[in-house]
């Protein structure tokens, strides 16, 4: 198993029109961890005025969580395969805040030859 732990990045200097000024702040302190062949921990830090956030895979809503939920596992994922995962924060008016985001890739097969003697 492959430990690493990723840092994601936001996207505030994104000019999106979406994005209010009264929306919900950035969420921080995002990380990927417990990285394995098939799965990965997302986890992020709460963000203020956030009522829920989108966890997102290659831009594909897969998860929305209420505020007080700050991290999820991905499962059922592919060896050795690149990731983008994302959160995405919203507040009770669902105006959409800032984006984080990782790309991260899931560890390779691993082959373990066994050899017996008696």
């Not at 921080?28 to 709460?46: K, R, Y």
């Not at 895979?57 to 690149?82: A, H």
């Amino acid at each position: 198993m492959h430990i690493a732990h990723y840092k994601c990045l936001d996207d505030s200097d994104y000019d999106d029109d979406d994005v209010y000024n009264s929306a919900p702040s950035i969420p921080s302190a995002c990380e990927v961890s417990n990285v394995t062949m098939s799965s990965v921990l997302i986890s992020w830090s709460p963000a203020a005025g956030a009522s829920y956030y989108q966890v997102s895979v290659n831009d594909n809503i897969i998860r929305t969580v209420n505020r007080t939920v700050t991290s999820l596992p991905v499962t059922d994922l592919q060896p050795g395969t690149r990731y983008t995962f994302s959160v995405t924060v919203y507040d009770s008016d669902q105006q959409r805040g800032n984006t984080v985001r990782a790309d991260v890739a899931t560890g390779n097969v691993l082959f373990i030859n066994f050899n017996f003697s008696a």
